[in-house]
């Protein structure tokens, strides 16, 4: 079983910033990709951002250029810095590991960006 805990969210001005937190524990494959999803009232769940465990990553289009997501292996951590923020970006984030072929996720965390 793995465990995800994320941090980091919260109400925040636009054009201001933010960075989330995602640790992971539990049995996790060596090899594992990690991404964050974001699901905004009356929407579907959407990728943000995904670190393959190749090094290569990922950006849906919406935040290229302002989102920037790295993982810490040593940490089963993986981080988004989020930068400048807009009102459509509030949404819950979700944090996701693959291992082993099999989706975890996170509890979520509130982003709030207020115009």
């Known amino acids: 079983q793995v465990h995800l805990v994320e941090s980091g969210g919260g109400l925040v001005e636009s054009g201001g910033s933010l960075r989330l937190s995602c640790a992971a524990s539990g049995s996790i494959f060596s090899l594992y990709d990690m991404a964050w999803y974001r699901q905004a009232p009356g929407m579907q769940r959407e990728i943000v951002a995904r670190a393959f465990s190749s090094g290569a990553v990922y950006y849906a289009d919406s935040v290229k250029w302002r989102f920037t997501i790295s993982r810490d292996d040593a940490k089963n951590t993986v981080y988004l810095r989020m930068n400048p923020l807009i009102p459509e970006d509030t949404a819950v984030y979700y944090c996701?590991?693959?291992?082993?072929?099999?989706?975890?996720w996170g509890q979520g965390t509130q982003v709030t960006v207020s115009s």
């Open positions: 996701c590991l693959w291992s082993g072929g099999v989706p975890y």
